[in-house]
């Protein structure tokens, strides 16, 4: 993991860096986000970002406790964002990582909400950067990472409800930077994810920027080095929902 003041510099750098790019891609489809174009994902991001300020600020435990916000006027929307940018990253900064507040995962602190800002934020980053044609990838780093807390939260906490129990193993290796992972299932839906360099029914290899980006379904699988089981890997990858 990345230490907190280095969570909240990508979040910084992706949060500037989303707006330099949707600025120019209002009215242009996002592919990775259909049916969005960017003023839809824009206004998700202010969405995004306000609530967990919210939950933040508040110390609220429970989220029935929280109030949304209304939507701005189109002309208005990044400007607020990038104040609603500002705001977030000012509470976060301010506030004890470990102090509790509710999330819909099983850790309920501020590191957690300040290690899935940093994630969402450089995703959404990605997006708008291919909205205006940019060929961009995620800080290997930061990636590697972004893998870590996709394993450990997304795939335990985040599955599509169509989806049943994984039918195989499941070994990530980044192939430019240090990240490896086993995810093993169990009877129920759950899965056991543990960092080791272990033989799975299938190995999925790639750069921590491409792996991250296939867990996302921002790219396709044809994009990734799958070894063994193809119908493992496909079944994995499209487990989780995609945001």
Known sequence: MLTTTEYLAVLRREGDAFADSIAQALNAPVASCEPWVGSDLLWH???VHYSWKFIAQTHIMNPD???PRS???????????RTGLDDLIGVLSSLDPARSCWTWAGVQDIAWVIR???HETAVHAWDAHVAVGICSEIDAALASDGIDEFVHVMVKSNTRDEEGPLSGSVHIHCTDVDGEWLIVPTESSDVVVTREHAKGDCAIRGSASQLLLGLWRRIPMSSLEVIGSADVAEQFLNR????
């Open 240 to 243: 989780t929902a995609n945001n």
């Open 45 to 47: 991001m202010i969405e």
């Open 116 to 118: 899935r800002m940093a």
């Open 71 to 81: 939507k701005p006027a189109d002309n208005d929307l990044l400007s607020e964002y």
């Open 65 to 67: 406790d929280y109030v």
